[in-house]
């Protein structure tokens, strides 16, 4: 079993900053990879970037490449998501999953963090 928590959400103005985090616990010496996924009202969830555990390789979607960094810190079995340049269209509900390529392997999902950018 695998908890994951979001936390680090927030109201931002358009051009501002966010980070966020997924704290992991459970089976974690098992993850292969890790990844956010978001949710705008009335989309369907969407992947956003992911790492690999151990290497630390990334991957991220074409919509926020060079603007948002995800990291992790396997000591602490946390992963972070550092959100620069932020737009209106990146207000979404955010979670956290263990991932294979761009898609969540767990159906089920944590509470999220909420994201909101005014323009």
């Known amino acids: 079993q695998v908890q994951l928590v979001e936390s680090g959400g927030g109201l931002v103005q358009a051009g501002g900053s966010l980070r966020l985090s997924c704290a992991a616990s459970?089976?974690?010496?098992?993850?292969?990879?890790m990844g956010w996924f978001r949710q705008a009202p009335g989309k369907e969830r969407e992947f956003v970037a992911a790492?690999?555990?151990?290497?630390?390789?990334?991957y991220y979607a074409d919509s926020v490449k060079g603007r948002f960094t995800i990291s992790r810190d396997n000591a602490k079995n946390t992963m972070y998501l550092q959100m620069n340049s932020l737009k209106p269209e990146d207000t979404a509900v955010y979670y956290c999953?263990?991932?294979?390529?761009?898609?969540?392997?767990?159906?089920?999902w944590g509470q999220g963090t909420q994201v909101t950018v005014s323009s």
């Open positions: 459970g089976r974690t010496s098992s993850f292969y990879a």
């Open positions: 790492i690999y555990w151990s290497g630390g390789s990334t």
């Open positions: 999953n263990e991932a294979i390529g761009v898609h969540p392997l767990h159906d089920s």
